[in-house]
């Protein structure tokens, strides 16, 4: 079956970075979106990263952008979150999510239904 694991999240102080990673197995996602969520205590899960099959097209949240990067290596049907200047409203789970689809648009990469399959999520915690 398909699977979805994230590693690398942990705690970290406050202007920091972190780089988390999602491992798929089960099926290849080289040619689907996949992206980053994440879910703080209490609170929606919302989008921060999303990026589509080569040419690889990257959205990002506001909240994010410029301090956050994603990443793809299709050939180890992974991708990556690189997460620089971190602070403490980035505490949160993420979640590594992978469509069926074969593209989504700055708007539609955002949405939850667009996802077929997520990972259990990680920890990241930010200390101010």
């Known amino acids: 079956q398909v699977q979805l694991v994230e590693s690398g999240g942990g705690l970290v102080q406050a202007g920091g970075s972190l780089k988390l990673s999602c491992a798929a197995s089960?099926?290849?996602?080289?040619?689907?979106?996949m992206s980053w969520f994440r879910q703080a205590p209490g609170k929606e899960r919302l989008f921060v990263a999303a990026v589509n099959r080569g040419p690889d097209t990257t959205y990002y949240a506001d909240s994010v952008k410029g301090r956050f990067t994603i990443s793809r290596d299709d050939a180890q049907n992974t991708v990556y979150l690189h997460m620089g200047s971190l602070k403490p409203e980035d505490t949160a789970v993420y979640f590594c999510a992978a469509s069926s689809a074969y593209f989504c648009s700055a708007y539609r990469c955002q949405a939850t239904s667009l996802y077929n399959y997520w990972g259990q999520g990680t920890q990241v915690t930010v200390s101010s």
């Open positions: 089960g099926r290849s996602f080289s040619t689907n979106p």
